[in-house]
């Protein structure tokens, strides 16, 4: 999965602090307000409650509003918006937010479809690079980072986790670089024997 793609980055529904802490899930980037971030966001999703998605629609008026989405009048970046969604999806209702690149036409409903293809699977899946998205987006930002100079040069800038290993003790180490078995013990345990696909 790219940077450019649809990606699903929290599992289960979001509650409001968590939402807002998804809303900059990249604020500890090195160069933060050097670089265009715009690759970083562009395609994040995740699920929101009515709840959240009616509030964001109150803060302010809304750039647009088209059917079942509306954008916030806000950027993220020079390119990157919110987006809200209100889906009906297997015959009930539920709302999403993703950030989408204004320049790129037609991103919202890409994303929109993105999202409707993703929920409407009749099994449970969680790809490797959802499990990893997860676990970054669950991370407290005290566990979290990303590599920098004690790291190898080709490793600087990646994302990093602390994790516990038992008796060797709590080690950083780049979040890609996970074992399955790594990944399953930093996730919640409703979440850890989920397949990794959903068979063809």
Not at 4 to 10: D, N
Not at 30 to 40: C, K
Not at 98 to 112: S, T, V
């Amino acid at each position: 999965m790219t940077l450019l793609s649809a990606r699903k980055v929290y599992q289960g529904i979001a509650d409001r602090r968590q939402m807002f802490r998804m809303f900059d899930r990249h604020a500890q980037r090195p160069d933060r307000f050097q670089d265009d971030a715009s690759a970083l966001y562009r395609g994040e999703w995740f699920e929101i409650s009515q709840a959240e998605h009616d509030y964001m629609l109150e803060i302010l008026p809304p750039l647009w509003m088209r059917g079942e989405m509306f954008a916030l009048r806000e950027f993220l970046t020079d390119r990157i918006i919110s987006i809200f969604y209100a889906l009906n999806i297997d015959g009930r209702m539920r709302y999403f937010h993703g950030y989408c690149d204004l320049l790129d036409k037609g991103a919202p409903e890409r994303m929109r479809d993105a999202i409707v293809e993703r929920e409407t699977r009749p099994v449970r899946a969680m790809p490797r690079e959802e499990r990893l998205e997860h676990i970054w987006s669950s991370t407290h930002d005290d566990y979290r980072g990303y590599a920098g100079e004690r790291w190898p040069e080709r490793d600087r800038g990646k994302r990093t986790v602390m994790y516990y290993g038992g008796r060797q003790g709590t080690t950083l180490k780049l979040l890609d670089d996970l074992t399955d078995a790594e990944i399953a013990a930093k996730l919640p345990v409703h979440l850890r024997y989920l397949p990794d696909a959903i068979a063809a």
